[in-house]
């Protein structure tokens, strides 16, 4: 059975200021997708497709590509603001200035992922743990329609120490099955407790609860749903030209409708990103020191 990586890395990296998939955060220069690319392999997936922005497409193949053509299958795909978008709707796309987000993102793959299938963001390191898990459950013989997986982390393990994120909080049942997920925006430190200004307000978030850093998996059926579902979506919020379609509120709308059923991988591995140009010595430090424990090899 064929397992297939999607990494989303058509961001704009507002935040960062600048390209963080393309940014050499390793100690060889190796980015972020690097990683991610490598310990899928060794966990035993068969292909990669990259969701890229056009714009950026011959410098991504240079400089990215190059690295993996040899080693796995690969395939790039553009999430452009056309893509997947209704007849008709292109008053819709003139007012945008930007795509429509993460769902949208792994709608645009369609045509190259044939079966079960990950998706990650190309700027986290979710370690190499959450790949071998994430592997295994995608194998599993008599998987159903709907039948889904994300890798859950604990919100201590993901925040920033320069600024606010945003982070899919998840509620579970005993079994460890989602039960609910919503998009806690704004989320910080501050004053040695962790707020979260979702209604405009802060709230506070347990240390210890488990949210979603988009690395989720899913089988190929999702594509129909989110082909009907986004059109319905841009028609919708055609008076907004911010709006977003996230694949947790996707999830959660399927789980709502009886459609799908998602169980939480658990994980303490700490997540590592660069939502901010602060961020990066910190994410470059602990990269080194995983080659200088030999946990990875200094050049791949």
């Known amino acids: 059975m064929e397992i297939t990586l999607v990494i989303l890395a058509a961001g704009m990296g507002s935040r960062y200021g600048g390209l963080k998939q393309l940014d050499g955060l390793g100690p060889s220069g190796q980015t972020i997708m690097d990683y991610s690319v490598h310990d899928a392999i060794q966990a035993g997936f068969d292909k990669v497709v990259f969701v890229i922005r056009s714009d950026f497409d011959k410098e991504f193949r240079e400089k990215v590509l190059s690295r993996y053509t040899d080693k796995i299958k690969c395939a790039t795909v553009f999430q452009d603001m056309h893509s997947y978008v209704p007849k008709g709707m292109e008053d819709v796309i003139e007012v945008r200035q930007k795509p429509w987000g993460t769902g949208h993102a792994i709608l645009v793959t369609k045509s190259e992922v044939k079966g079960p299938f990950a998706a990650i963001n190309a700027d986290d390191f979710y370690g190499r743990d959450s790949f071998v898990q994430m592997a295994k459950e995608l194998k599993k013989e008599g998987a159903q329609k709907g039948e889904y997986s994300m890798v859950g982390y604990l919100l201590k393990n993901t925040l920033s120490d320069h600024g606010s994120v945003n982070r899919g909080i998840c509620i579970t049942d005993e079994e460890g099955r989602l ?18 200004h979702t209604n405009d307000k802060p709230e506070t978030l347990e240390a210890g609860c488990v949210v979603s850093m988009n690395f989720w998996g899913f089988q190929s059926d999702i594509f129909d749903f989110l082909e009907t579902d986004f059109h319905r979506h841009v028609h919708a919020s055609k008076q907004d030209p911010k709006s977003e379609y996230f694949i947790p509120f996707v999830v959660n709308d399927m789980m709502e409708k009886g459609m799908a059923k998602v169980r939480v991988i658990p994980t303490n591995a700490s997540w590592q990103g660069v939502t901010y140009q602060e961020d990066r010595p910190m994410v470059v430090e602990s990269l080194k020191k995983l080659s200088d424990k030999e946990e990875y090899p200094l050049n791949f």
């Open 179 to 196: 039960q609910r997920i919503f998009e806690g925006m704004k989320i910080q430190k501050k004053d040695g407790g962790i707020y979260h």
